[in-house]
């Protein structure tokens, strides 16, 4: 998924996933490296026993049957409103067909997870209104010894955005701060056609504030390297990975 600031008419996420549904796979390969080093920080941090999973923006469902497999969860549920998206997902996986803003006021009945996955910046496609009501959704979906995994892509990031793009927007969001500040428009080419849709590139420092006013707390934090998948020390040189709990 790459930002770009294309003209063109920009989707609402879910009828842009709709349309990039038929070569989601091939894009998906093309992060290979980053998407299964997420896929392995997650498996070895799982909680010892757990026998629930929820992928929020799930795709077509591979990640999570992939990474509740390795541990032996048996339930596994597929937040996924694409429709297209979801026609590829394994017959055992639970479906709910909505829309993580929706989760406060519309949670089909089933109690609570040890493992919720929200990965590949899913987050940031939901609009800056949303975000903390959702992760506040999560918060209360979690079990009591249950883990939170989100990863998004770091505004930050000057491996992959460069220097002088990266150190531009750290003078801009000091001199002009804005929640909107990390609005881009995400860009894919479908059979040779573009097709872009709203995204958002975080901050450290605004994910603390949205994982701070949703009760979450914060058990790890790791750069991943949005090429290559390598651990980094730095946030220059990743994307942020959470490990997040229950507070209190």
């Known amino acids: 998924m790459t930002p770009d ?8 996420p879910v009828a842009a996933y709709d349309r990039v549904a038929p070569v989601f ?8 490296a980053y ?10 941090r799982l ?9 929020v923006g799930s795709g077509d469902g591979g990640r999570a049957v992939r990474i509740a497999r390795s541990a032996g969860i048996q339930r596994i549920v597929l937040l ?13 996986c639970e479906i709910w067909p909505i829309r993580a803003e929706t989760l406060a006021d519309a949670v089909p009945s089933g109690g609570s997870f040890d ?17 903390l009501n959702v992760l506040k959704a999560l918060e209360q979906l979690l079990s009591p010894d249950g883990v939170l995994f989100v990863d998004v892509n770091h505004r930050y990031n000057m491996r992959a955005y460069g220097f002088w793009r990266t ?5 801009y969001d000091r001199v002009l701060p804005s929640e909107n500040n990390g609005d881009v428009t995400m860009s894919w080419d479908v059979c ?47 994307n942020l990975f959470y490990v997040l709990r229950r507070g209190g």
């Open 47 to 55: 909680p010892p026993g757990s026998e629930s999973l929820l992928d």
């Open 25 to 32: 796979a091939d894009l998906s390969r093309r992060r290979e």
């Open 5 to 12: 600031h294309s003209s063109d008419e920009v989707l609402d």
């Open 35 to 44: 998407l299964r080093k997420i896929e392995e920080l997650v498996v070895a």
């Open 115 to 131: 493992v919720i996955i929200c990965l590949w910046n899913v987050l940031g496609h939901i609009r800056a209104q949303e975000r």
């Open 192 to 238: 040779g056609e573009r097709c872009n849709t709203y995204g958002h590139v975080f901050t450290q420092i605004e994910m603390q504030r949205l994982i701070s006013g949703a009760g979450l707390v914060t058990r790890e934090t790791v750069f991943v390297d949005y090429d290559s998948g390598d651990i980094r020390r730095s946030g220059l040189k990743g």
């Open 167 to 171: 150190a531009g927007r750290i003078l």
């Open 80 to 92: 996924e409103p694409c429709a297209s998206m979801r026609q590829s997902a394994d017959a055992s």
